[in-house]
């Protein structure tokens, strides 16, 4: 399962050590003395050099699709909150705090949304596209994280542990300003809800399948099967398609289905790694995911690898490189 931002920022700081070779004569004396003169500068350099893996992930697009916002731990290690242009140019910082922020959501107006621990605990806070007029809308001692927006910007959907803290997940819906909280799946183990683009339904992940929920009937159908597996799912703009990464394949890759389930096909396999966390585009035509290099299956999130953003343009299954 995959498992909360915070439970990823542990960084790889571990360094291996060089054994020492004992000198056999004043030969070996001398030449393992310029070799630890060299291993020496080589070790100091390192140390000055090196910086743990940037991980960076949870891609979402601006309404008009010419910005994605993410979240990075550059440059300290922290989750903060950046937009960049859609070709990877003109980055900037959004929320930068003390805190662990993350799950950027853009609502149609420009309002943004995202997680925060800044309080103690995860909350969903909401600000203007200015940065201005923060507002924390949940106020429960539990995990609440990852919201999406519905079309109309009227509601929030989120995950929250707060049925069974520190069990599972389900899906809640709220309104704009934190008031009339619902939860709407009684599972423990539904992830990451995003609206499909005619606001009756919400897709996620139950376990390791892709789930659709009918918000009018209360009706959730499951649209994979494990080992046919499917997690985060995202919909295409004319809500006739889903993306979602399954790893049935034995590598985790991105997939497009319909709306019903059929017709599944891999969209994005990359030559190594792993291919995580997709996002459909506004103008359905590429589709925003993170690239884990060297992940298997197992552990798509190791906190010990980096993450990067990439696009696949739908028609062509071009893949592109976001993060610089």
Do not use: C
Not at 67 to 86: H, N, Q, T, V, W
Not at 242 to 263: K, P
Request: no cysteine; proline share 8%.
């Amino acid at each position: 399962m995959p498992s909360t931002r915070q439970e990823r920022r542990t960084a790889d700081r571990e360094r291996a050590k060089r054994p020492k070779r004992p000198a056999q004569s004043w030969t070996l004396l001398l030449g393992a003395l310029a070799v630890l003169v060299v291993s020496a500068g080589w070790f100091a350099w390192d140390r000055i050099s090196h910086t743990p893996p940037v991980r960076e992930g949870s891609p979402s697009w601006a309404p008009d699709g010419h910005r994605l916002y993410f979240y990075s731990e550059r440059p300290d290690g922290k989750g903060d909150i950046f937009s960049m242009s859609a070709d990877g140019t003109s980055v900037s910082s959004i929320v930068i705090n003390p805190a662990d922020d993350g799950s950027p959501a853009v609502a149609t107006d420009g309002r943004l949304a995202f997680d925060s621990d800044r309080d103690g605990n995860f909350e969903i806070y909401v600000e203007n596209g200015d940065k201005t007029q923060l507002r924390r809308l949940t106020r429960n001692p539990a995990r609440d994280v990852s919201p999406a927006w519905s079309p109309d910007g009227r509601r929030i959907a989120f995950m929250s542990d707060r049925a069974a803290p520190g069990r599972g997940f389900d899906v809640y819906i709220m309104n704009a300003d934190g008031s009339n909280v619902e939860r709407v799946t009684t599972v423990n183990s539904a992830w990451f809800p995003q609206f499909s683009p005619d606001g009756l339904k919400l897709a996620f992940h139950v376990g390791r399948d892709v789930n659709v929920l009918d918000l009018s009937t209360h009706v959730m159908k499951a649209l994979t099967q494990d080992p046919a597996n499917g997690m985060y799912p995202t919909w295409s703009p004319d809500g006739q398609h889903l993306a979602f990464m399954s790893w049935r394949n034995g590598r985790t890759e991105i997939f497009t289905m319909n709306a019903d389930g059929t017709d599944q096909r891999p969209i994005v396999t990359l030559a190594s790694g792993s291919a995580i966390d997709p996002r459909w585009s506004p103008d359905g035509r590429s589709i925003a995911f993170v690239q884990v290099p060297e992940a298997t299956p197992e552990s798509p999130q190791d906190s010990k690898l980096p993450r990067a953003i990439y696009t696949v343009d739908v028609a062509s299954g071009k893949v592109m490189r976001l993060s610089r």
